[in-house]
């Protein structure tokens, strides 16, 4: 579904991807693992075009991204969650998810006023959308209204995924999704991925969690000092002495052994 082919990012001296390519299969969960500052979530950046490659090619499902703007990107069906949510905490729930609905009549001005029945049957859909949405994300109907800043973290996560789905994007690229999570919402964010995959979805994922990484992804990409330095599936990265010399420590490698 999605290519790298060579693709380097620099900062002034330092480059943060350096020639990487891999490619995220089609319907699976493929995990972008590695240690901090390994240019992972650079890479996001660039599959979402909210930075430009320096060198290379991304390509979507055969047509070549590289150089088109984030809202083109989503457009074609690519869409990320970001590590620290962005929610808009005044906002209710559902009104956070509802703003992600593209296309709304309402964000153009002379509508409101030349077309006011049509962009209010259009809020009742898109509401109707995004309840939708939360409830596919497992998110608790009963606090739909409130706002999101009262809410746990964990709500907010599922939250920020189901503004994701309500974008209707094919490529669901999940930034840490489990930060800061405890072990049941962890869980239900696990079973939230596999339902998503099983109705014909795709994620990438960047995560630290290895033990989510190794239950969850179905293939893995393991990137250090910008550079793809391995791929597979996890329980074969996490048995590569190498990889634990860089990564994953004593600990993860006697678990794997």
Request: with cysteine; charged share 25%; glycine share 8%.
């Amino acid at each position: 579904m999605l290519t790298l082919d060579r693709v380097s990012k620099s900062f002034g001296g330092l480059r943060a991807v350096n020639d990487c390519s891999f490619e995220v299969p089609e319907r699976a969960v493929t995990g972008l693992v590695g240690p901090n500052g390994a240019g992972k979530t650079t890479t996001f950046n660039l599959i979402t075009g909210t930075l430009g490659a320096d060198a290379g090619e991304i390509t979507f499902r055969g047509r070549r991204v590289s150089g088109m703007s984030p809202q083109a990107r989503v457009r074609l069906g690519i869409g990320r969650t970001f590590q620290d949510v962005r929610l808009f905490p005044q906002l209710s729930a559902i009104d956070n998810v509802a703003m992600a609905v593209p296309d709304q009549p309402g964000d153009r001005l002379v509508n409101v006023f030349a077309r006011p029945l049509k962009v209010r049957r259009r809020e009742r859909r898109d509401r109707d959308f995004a309840r939708a949405c939360l409830a596919e994300v497992g998110f608790d109907t009963a606090k739909l209204g409130v706002r999101a800043r009262e809410l746990s973290y964990g709500e907010q996560k599922l939250l920020s995924l189901a503004r994701l789905l309500a974008l209707q994007v094919d490529l669901l690229l999940l930034d840490e999704p489990a930060s800061g999570l405890d072990e049941g919402s962890v869980a239900q964010l696990k079973s939230v991925v596999r339902a998503l995959v099983a109705k014909g979805r795709t994620v990438l994922l960047v995560e630290h969690n290895m033990l989510l990484v190794r239950e969850l992804c179905d293939h893995a990409v393991f990137m250090n000092e910008g550079k793809v330095l391995a791929h597979g599936s996890p329980d074969d990265l996490m048995r590569d002495e190498r990889l634990q010399r860089v990564y994953l420590g004593a600990e993860v490698a006697e678990e794997a052994s």
